[in-house]
């Protein structure tokens, strides 16, 4: 019989994904569906990005480059993270790839194997519990709820830490909760962390840009453990460019050669007009992002009031990101028309097909409890999607 590998069997396909195609696919029959599903800045990327890019395609930039992309995209990327995280890396610590999730996948690759123990705190990003999965090593999840504001805290983190573990994955700002750990918190879990030395500290920062509490902290700021942390990062969300592909890692030496090593075998260099559009995104003007966030804010204030106007939602206020993360559990064992609420992801379907608004489920993020809305779109469909939400939801009965 032909079948697929064990390993690929194992994992699970992308809820994100799955429910943004579902509502595609309503929307191609004709529904009016509003997507909330999806992580994506719906804003146009900056001219002057877009510009940078027609420029690299007239000078014929259509060759393979370099395997961790090419050194003045790099070395943009060591002089952004001096001049706004006073981080001290070399161009040879930075490896670029295709988008900040295959950063984040060749890192865990090179240096988690079977039996390897992860640390990652739930609610977490869907992916990283697959690529774990992946690399054939062992989640450990550490849960923190709404009453702590998604993240965990030191306590929690020392008792999770067990001979085999191997790494730690935090996000901050956080997809899906968009909660922001503050330095106090970091410096807190970076004092566990340095009692290990053999743990690997992988920090997404991909929201970095997108945070409404003032300064974006790293947990890299911290010199007792910088040798042991990889920060992840890239243009997708800051930039308006999850098209185009770039993300990237700044790491110890040793991690940066072994990604480095591990893409040439299986994509080699990232897009080069791409790259050179994420170059000018960072030596460019900053008023783009300042722009956009201003905007994302404006919608976190909304989303919070409409969503602390729906009963039985549980409503916090994220500090980053661009998503909304209620705790709907008051809606578990309820119906409509012959359809039981059992989980979040049985919310999430019912809001497609009986409110038109896509959004997912909580259950993908480890947090079953809750359901996740992006309001990365415009303020009149945020009004119109959580009035839909709201409706159907008194439904349920």
């Given at each position: 019989?032909?079948?697929v590998?064990?390993?690929?069997?194992a994992?699970?396909?992308?809820e994100?994904l799955?429910m943004?195609q579902k509502?595609n696919?309503?929307k191609?029959?004709?529904?009016?569906?509003?997507n909330?599903?999806?992580g994506?800045?719906?804003?146009?990327t900056?001219?002057?990005?877009?510009?940078a890019?027609?420029?690299?395609?007239?000078?014929?930039?259509s060759?393979y480059s370099?395997?961790?992309?090419y050194?003045?995209?790099?070395?943009?990327i060591?002089?952004k993270l001096?001049?706004?995280n006073?981080?001290d890396?070399?161009?040879?610590?930075?490896?670029?790839?295709?988008?900040?999730k295959?950063?984040?996948c060749n890192?865990?690759l090179?240096?988690?194997?079977?039996?390897?123990?992860?640390?990652?705190?739930?609610?977490?990003?869907?992916s990283y519990?697959?690529?774990?999965k992946?690399?054939?090593?062992?989640?450990?999840i550490?849960?923190a709820?709404?009453?702590?504001?998604?993240?965990?805290?030191?306590?929690?983190?020392e008792?999770?830490i067990t001979?085999?573990?191997?790494?730690?994955?935090?996000?901050?700002p956080s997809?899906?909760?968009g909660?922001?750990y503050?330095?106090?918190?970091l410096k807190?879990l970076?004092?566990?962390?340095?009692?290990?030395?053999?743990?690997?500290?992988?920090?997404d920062?991909?929201?970095e840009?997108i945070?409404?509490?003032?300064k974006?902290?790293?947990?890299?700021?911290?010199g007792?453990?910088?040798d042991r942390?990889v920060?992840?990062?890239?243009?997708?969300?800051?930039?308006?460019?999850?098209g185009?592909?770039?993300?990237?890692?700044?790491?110890?030496?040793?991690?940066a050669?072994?990604?480095?090593?591990?893409?040439?075998?299986y994509?080699s260099?990232?897009?080069?007009?791409a790259?050179k559009?994420?170059?000018a995104a960072y030596?460019?003007s900053?008023?783009?992002v300042?722009?956009?966030?201003?905007a994302?804010?404006r919608?976190?204030?909304?989303?919070?009031?409409l969503?602390?106007?729906?009963?039985g939602?549980?409503?916090?206020?994220?500090e980053?990101a661009?998503?909304?993360?209620?705790?709907?559990s008051?809606?578990?064992?309820?119906s409509y028309?012959n359809?039981k609420?059992?989980?979040?992801?049985?919310?999430?379907m019912y809001l497609?097909e009986?409110?038109?608004?896509?959004?997912?489920?909580g259950?993908?993020?480890g947090?079953p409890e809750?359901?996740?809305f992006s309001?990365?779109?415009?303020d009149k469909?945020?009004?119109?999607?959580?009035?839909r939400?709201?409706?159907?939801?008194?439904?349920?009965?």
């Amino acid at each position: 019989m032909l079948q697929v590998s064990e390993r690929l069997a194992a994992l699970s396909p992308s809820e994100t994904l799955a429910m943004s195609q579902k509502s595609n696919e309503l929307k191609a029959q004709g529904i009016d569906v509003i997507n909330l599903s999806v992580g994506e800045p719906d804003f146009f990327t900056p001219d002057h990005i877009k510009a940078a890019a027609h420029k690299a395609i007239d000078e014929n930039y259509s060759f393979y480059s370099p395997v961790p992309g090419y050194p003045a995209l790099k070395n943009a990327i060591v002089a952004k993270l001096k001049k706004e995280n006073n981080l001290d890396y070399k161009s040879e610590q930075i490896v670029c790839s295709n988008g900040g999730k295959q950063s984040v996948c060749n890192v865990i690759l090179s240096v988690v194997g079977p039996g390897d123990e992860v640390i990652v705190p739930a609610p977490y990003w869907v992916s990283y519990v697959e690529m774990v999965k992946l690399a054939e090593g062992t989640n450990v999840i550490v849960q923190a709820g709404i009453e702590q504001n998604f993240k965990i805290n030191a306590t929690q983190l020392e008792a999770a830490i067990t001979p085999k573990t191997k790494a730690i994955i935090l996000c901050s700002p956080s997809n899906p909760t968009g909660s922001v750990y503050s330095r106090d918190e970091l410096k807190a879990l970076a004092g566990v962390l340095e009692k290990h030395p053999e743990i690997i500290i992988i920090s997404d920062e991909i929201y970095e840009h997108i945070n409404y509490v003032g300064k974006h902290e790293s947990i890299a700021q911290f010199g007792n453990i910088q040798d042991r942390v990889v920060i992840i990062n890239g243009v997708s969300k800051g930039y308006a460019m999850t098209g185009w592909r770039i993300g990237w890692i700044a790491a110890p030496q040793w991690i940066a050669s072994a990604c480095n090593k591990l893409q040439g075998q299986y994509t080699s260099g990232p897009n080069s007009v791409a790259q050179k559009a994420a170059e000018a995104a960072y030596t460019g003007s900053q008023e783009c992002v300042e722009t956009m966030r201003t905007a994302f804010e404006r919608r976190r204030n909304l989303m919070v009031e409409l969503g602390k106007e729906i009963p039985g939602f549980r409503v916090n206020k994220p500090e980053g990101a661009f998503y909304l993360f209620p705790d709907c559990s008051s809606y578990f064992g309820k119906s409509y028309k012959n359809k039981k609420i059992e989980n979040s992801a049985d919310l999430a379907m019912y809001l497609l097909e009986e409110g038109h608004v896509a959004c997912v489920g909580g259950v993908a993020f480890g947090a079953p409890e809750c359901i996740r809305f992006s309001y990365a779109t415009s303020d009149k469909n945020l009004k119109e999607a959580m009035s839909r939400v709201k409706v159907a939801l008194a439904k349920l009965v």
